[in-house]
Nanobody
């Protein structure tokens, strides 16, 4: 499956953005999906993941309660609603996909398919 993330931009602290990840190619609904981010000079880190059933979701501790991951299998699209944004949320955000649910799949090596990334900048 090919992925493309979009929706990033510049926002003030406390604001919100919604990222989207559009997919084409193989059956989207067969994939478990995730969002990662990479800030300048840092490693790519896990943000959230969602199982193909759309109901099972996990979040990194520092975004829990602020970010919401969702997907629409009919539209081949995944979303990340980001509220109460902080300057430390500034990063390039990537969407990723894998076949088969894996407990604790929160590293970049757990995902075979990646989108190109979209930049989110949160000003203070």
């Amino acid at each position: 499956v090919q992925l493309q993330a979009y929706g990033g931009g510049l926002v003030q602290a406390g604001g919100f953005l919604r990222l989207s990840c559009a997919a084409c190619g193989a059956l989207f609904r067969n994939y478990d999906l995730g969002w990662f981010r990479q800030a300048p000079g840092k490693e790519r880190e896990f943000v959230a993941r969602i199982r193909r059933d759309t109901a099972t979701k996990y979040y990194a501790d520092d975004v829990k309660g602020r970010f919401t991951i969702s997907r629409d299998n009919a539209k081949n699209t995944m979303y990340l609603q980001m509220n109460s944004l902080k300057p430390e949320d500034t990063a390039v955000y990537y969407c990723a996909a894998r076949i088969g649910w894996k407990v604790g799949a929160t590293t970049k090596d757990d995902y075979a398919n990646w989108g190109q990334g979209t930049l989110v900048t949160v000003s203070s």
